[in-house]
């Protein structure tokens, strides 16, 4: 009896040890990042190319409604832990001509005056706007080099759908070079029909594989796919897979609101 008691206790305490998440199997992130970072979720895209940022971002940003403290509060702790994820050097800029990506919290009523202000003609985005809580928007230039982006977060609409949070993590981290949402991809803030309001492990995996050495700007679906092996066995070289549940957590929105 003793004998069996101890043989059954190590097999349960094995099991973890070879439990593996479906988001950690290599196919399923290659996947995933193909679907997020390479499509678009309002515009097609007949031969899509990976774009990212290749210079430091400078954040601009500005309130006209709600607490304009907690705002800029909530953003700088996501905008550090995106930096601590990418490697990229994200800071903000009190002069707007210094930004390269604008973050603007108004409200409802006000939202096409600032689309008009920061992005261009409302009617160039209008599936966006009638479909979409809050938005985003980015430029590139010809090296699919990520130059300028804008958010516009409705602060009273976001509140009334309880997305705020969702709003600020989502929309700053598409901007980043991952901009189409998928229902595929599990767990993750790209997933309109999930539940997840902050950076998930796999999202953490997509935003490490964006920002790989591996991957450069202007690759397409095969090159992406091609150079992809190498980007896995960095990730598992680096830990970044089995230990991407924790890893996500740290400097994060979630821990740092004590969800």
């Known amino acids: 009896m003793t004998r069996f008691s101890l043989w059954l206790c190590a097999v349960c305490l094995s099991l973890p040890a070879l439990a593996t998440e479906r988001w950690q199997e ?25 774009i990212r ?11 006209d409604s709600g607490d304009a403290l907690l705002q800029k509060e909530l953003l700088s702790v996501h905008a550090q832990h995106l930096a ?24 409802y009523k006000s939202l096409e005056n600032k689309v008009s202000q920061y992005i261009g003609d409302p009617e160039n ?3 966006a706007l009638d479909e979409a809580i809050c938005l985003g928007n980015f430029r590139r230039n010809g090296r699919y080099e990520i130059t300028k982006g804008t958010i516009i977060i409705p602060v009273d609409y976001a509140r009334s759908k309880s997305r705020f949070l969702d709003c600020i993590v989502e929309e700053i981290t598409q901007l980043l070079g991952l901009p189409n949402d998928s229902g595929e991809v599990f ?19 997509l935003l490490k594989a964006l920002y ?33 549940a924790q890893r996500v957590q740290r400097y994060s929105l979630k821990t740092y609101l004590g969800d």
């Open 26 to 50: 290599d196919t399923y992130i290659r996947d995933s990042f193909v679907k997020i970072a390479l499509e678009r979720e309002y515009k097609e895209t007949q031969f899509p190319k990976l």
């Open 53 to 63: 940022w290749n210079k430091p971002i400078r954040l601009f940003f500005e309130s």
């Open 84 to 107: 601590y994820i990418t490697g990229l050097s994200i800071d903000f800029t009190p002069n707007p001509k210094d930004a390269n990506i604008f973050v603007i919290f108004t409200d």
């Open 125 to 127: 985005i209008r599936a």
């Open 187 to 205: 767990p993750s803030v790209f997933n309109d029909v999930s539940v997840d309001t902050y950076l998930s492990p796999l999202d953490y995996l």
């Open 212 to 244: 790989s050495r591996h991957l450069t700007p202007g690759m397409n679906v095969e090159q992406t796919k091609a150079a992809f092996p190498n980007v896995l066995k960095q990730l598992h070289a680096n830990k970044d897979i089995e230990q991407a």
